[in-house]
């Protein structure tokens, strides 16, 4: 039984600015720039326009896990772009991205500089300009690229369907909770079942595919995201539980989400040289 209140929809649907949902200042049904704004540049050829979201984590974890291995070509300048601020709609960055939506890098290190935006599509970018973290083989290459595109398909009814009527709407509706409650829990099912076949996400190797899920299913499993943890019992999953722990053990991830952020310890909001990271 549903306790939502009843709505009729209109013949036409208008915009209601203040719906009374959190963020609802930021969103719009237009896409393109409100305001010019140019982006900063810095020294390095990859400049990244993001914040220490779970979307922006999946890059910046990346970049450092490049560095780290040796890939002196990784070195970048993270510039925060404030959402709560309305940045994401600055003309420079939409420029980048027209969708307006953090992460997005732009490599000036080739002619003419080249734009990529969609957290998958950049940890993809980033993967094949260096040959790293995505396997070469046939099978095993479809095998990441499998679970890369479920976290794209699958994160949408975690972030934008659970947590945002679980933490974000302004009343508590049982039914869109219980709809994506429960394919969260099948979400979090999937996964376990994978990773107690495997060490990674796609496999013996660490790839692409763990960077990007972790930033999500990690934090749901170990920070109580959405402070659900104990309603969708995230700690039955043990073995994700297992491969999120392994994940925060890496020194690159744990500088990786760091970066970008405004607040909270050890946070750095721009980064700029290894340096940064005291
Ligand atoms: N599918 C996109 C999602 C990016 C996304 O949703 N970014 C959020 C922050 S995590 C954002 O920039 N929101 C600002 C807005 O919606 O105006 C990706 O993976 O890059």
Not at 81 to 93: C, H, V, Y
């Amino acid at each position: 039984m549903s306790n939502a209140p009843a709505y009729t929809p209109p013949k036409i649907w208008i915009w209601d600015r203040g719906n009374g949902g959190r963020f609802a200042n930021i969103n719009r049904p237009v896409a393109g720039p409100t305001h010019d704004k140019t982006l900063p540049r810095g020294q390095h050829p990859l400049q990244l326009y993001s914040l220490g979201t779970p979307n922006g984590i999946k890059v910046t974890v990346m970049l450092e896990e490049l560095l780290a291995a040796g890939h002196a070509g990784a070195e970048y300048d993270a510039w925060l772009i404030d959402i709560s601020a309305g940045d994401q709609f600055g003309s420079g960055f939409v420029d980048i991205n027209p969708n307006s939506k953090i992460p997005a890098l732009l490599d000036v290190g080739v002619e003419p500089a080249v734009r990529v935006f969609e957290s998958a599509a950049i940890l993809t970018y980033l993967a094949e300009k260096f040959g790293a973290f995505l396997p070469s083989g046939s099978a095993a290459r479809a095998e990441c690229f499998s679970w890369l595109f479920w976290q794209m398909g699958s994160t949408p009814y975690l972030g934008g369907g659970f947590g945002h009527f679980y933490a974000y709407a302004p009343d508590k509706w049982q039914y869109p909770i219980d709809r994506f409650a429960m394919e969260v829990k099948r979400q979090l099912d999937v996964l376990d079942r994978n990773l107690g076949t495997r060490s990674f996400v796609a496999g013996d190797e660490y790839s692409i595919a763990d960077m990007a899920i972790f930033p999500w299913y990690g934090a749901l499993v170990l920070q109580d995201l959405y402070g659900a943890a104990e309603f969708l019992q995230v700690a039955s999953y043990t073995n994700v539980v297992r491969w999120a722990t392994e994940m925060t053990e890496r020194p690159a991830v744990k500088r990786g989400m760091r970066v970008n952020r405004s607040k909270g310890e050890g946070a750095i909001r721009e980064r700029h040289s290894a340096s940064d990271f005291g």
